[in-house]
């Protein structure tokens, strides 16, 4: 049984945590009842009665020892990205008014554990917290270099000091949540994320980051973060698999906006996008289509992302649509098209045919995001027309994400070993290809080296040596992909022998084969 507890305040439920699954410490289990030894015992209670693991607590640490989990402090309010079970990120907020905290939008299961691990460390409160914490570095430290792959994590889980300090963060975060819980107000209100995430070194025991006057994020991602706070229309263009679509839809998850998208391809219709009218029982009836359900949200006041994929694959009289569509309007204009007074500001509008409605949005409450690969290489439909391209506020370059910032996804895949050969043999591919004179028809990208990294790690796992999981998964995964077909329908041998040439020297130079 879980120890005594339950829905502590607003949204936490500690009792969630103890259902709880997590694979991240396969050492002290993934789930169930696993008792917590009396030596790790919290002093928040001098009970000695049988304690359970709460999963959640320990999930909550995992994501902090794998650098998962960004935060900032300024003055009395701390803010953390934490992300969710299925990849997203979710903003939470705790605010101090002396002993008094108020937290924002902090899940019901790990997050609250994240946000007590935040506050002990950088407000200075839940001081068993942040002493066991340090502990657990000091363990950590002299076997693994911080953040942790999750490889690593999974093989710490089995060292014995290593255990002891996570069961004692364990009852630790469990009962500083219970002790913390009291007449502390919850909110589920959205939080705006800082400037900048300062303080995540120190979650790790590293000073926190340098802020620089006037310093300004020039990065893609950063200029499109700043410029989405308050509604931008951009154009993201750069070879296949740089990651734009991922970039736009992270922008729309950290805002915290609503995401629509809609993926361009031949044969795509206006009512595909806007939405068409459909008999119904009652009578015919207006059917909204991405675009109008972006509209419809913004127009209730959300904050909305609409990311379009794939913009030239659009037929070139369907993307005419955007064209209108990104025309913005004054709330004189906007009040004189639907007969009705609209707040001071900048509009978008909507037509909806046959419908006999127009929808409207504030510029700052939809962001329009497109996407596109632009080239010769690329199926694409006409040529980019110059007045859609006007419309757009920014157009970004998105190309080759560099090692620092790719590496750590690599690494969460598949392990560092793996990794590093991966990023290796992605970096060479680029200078292999036939318009370089050489073999292959396509470099590597990020899709085509996690789907290669997915199927090392499962043949890892069913028993095969890493160098040897490098070199099957190859043939089924980056051949493919990379080498051009015959006219029989094989993949071009020469172009496969230049890959697996390629891959054995990495793996001789990383010490995986001789």
């Known amino acids: 049984m879980a120890p005594e507890g339950g829905r502590i305040s607003g949204m936490f439920d500690t009792t969630l945590g103890f259902k709880h699954k997590t694979t991240s410490f396969p050492g002290i289990g993934k789930g169930g009842n696993v008792t917590i030894p009396p030596s790790a015992f919290s002093g928040h209670i001098a009970a000695t009665k049988m304690r359970n693991v709460c999963w959640g607590a320990l999930e909550a640490i995992g994501v902090v020892l794998k650098g998962h989990v960004d935060a900032c402090r300024e003055q009395d309010s701390l803010t953390v990205c ?5 990849g997203d990120l979710q903003l939470s907020q705790s605010c101090r008014a002396g002993n008094q905290f108020t937290w924002t939008n902090p899940g019901t299961t790990v997050r609250p554990y994240v946000v007590l691990i935040a506050e002990a460390l950088l407000f200075g409160t839940h001081k068993e917290v942040s002493e066991r914490w340090e502990h657990l570095l000091n363990v950590i430290r002299p076997q693994a270099t911080l953040p942790l792959a999750a490889a690593t994590m999974e093989r710490l889980s089995h060292d014995p000091a290593v255990k002891e300090a996570l069961f004692a963060m364990v009852d630790s ?6 002790a913390s819980a009291v007449n502390r107000p919850e909110l589920a209100d959205p939080v705006s994320p800082p400037t900048a995430w300062l303080h995540s070194p120190v979650l790790l025991g590293k000073p926190p980051l340098a802020a620089t006057r ?9 200029l499109l973060a700043r410029r989405s706070l308050t509604g931008v229309r951009a154009l993201l263009y750069g070879p296949t698999g740089t990651g734009k679509t991922e970039l736009a839809k992270r922008i729309a998850l950290q805002n915290q906006s609503a995401l629509v998208d809609i993926k361009g391809r031949p044969g795509l219709e206006d009512r595909d996008m ?11 009836r207006w059917v909204d289509g991405p675009v109008a359900r972006a509209f419809r949200m913004a127009q209730q006041g959300l904050r909305v992302t609409l990311v379009v994929d794939e913009l030239l694959r659009f037929e070139p009289h369907h993307r005419n649509l955007f064209i209108g569509l990104m025309d913005d309007k004054s709330d004189v204009e906007v009040a004189a098209v639907i007969g009705s007074t609209v707040p001071t500001g900048r509009y978008y509008t909507l037509e909806l045919p046959g419908a006999d409605e127009v929808l409207y949005a504030a510029t700052s409450d939809l962001n329009i995001l497109c996407t596109t690969n632009v080239g010769s290489n690329y199926v694409q439909s006409g040529d980019f027309d110059p007045a859609l391209k006007r419309r757009f506020q920014m157009m970004l370059s998105i ?3 560099p090692e620092a910032e790719i590496l750590p996804l690599y690494t969460r895949t598949g392990g560092a070993q793996a990794a590093a050969v991966t990023y290796a043999l992605e970096v060479a591919t680029r200078s292999m290809t036939i318009s370089q004179g050489q073999l292959l028809a396509e470099p590597m990208n990020i899709g085509v080296s996690l789907n290669y990294l997915q199927e090392v790690h499962s043949l890892v796992d069913a028993g ?30 020469a172009a496969i022998k230049s890959l697996s040439t390629t891959l054995e020297q990495l793996l001789r130079k990383a010490g995986l084969a001789t």
Do not use: M, N
């Open 82 to 86: 934490i992300p969710t079970g299925t």
């Open 173 to 178: 975060l469990y009962f500083t949540a219970k």
């Open 214 to 222: 006037g310093a300004v994020d020039l990065s893609p991602a950063g």
């Open 274 to 284: 806007i939405g068409y009218i459909a008999p119904s029982a009652t009578g015919p």
């Open 399 to 401: 190309g080759y994400a």
């Open 464 to 493: 095969l040596e890493l160098a040897d999981a490098l070199r099957s998964a190859l043939l089924v995964t980056v051949a493919p992909f990379c080498c051009e077909f015959t006219d029989q329908g094989e993949l071009d041998e």
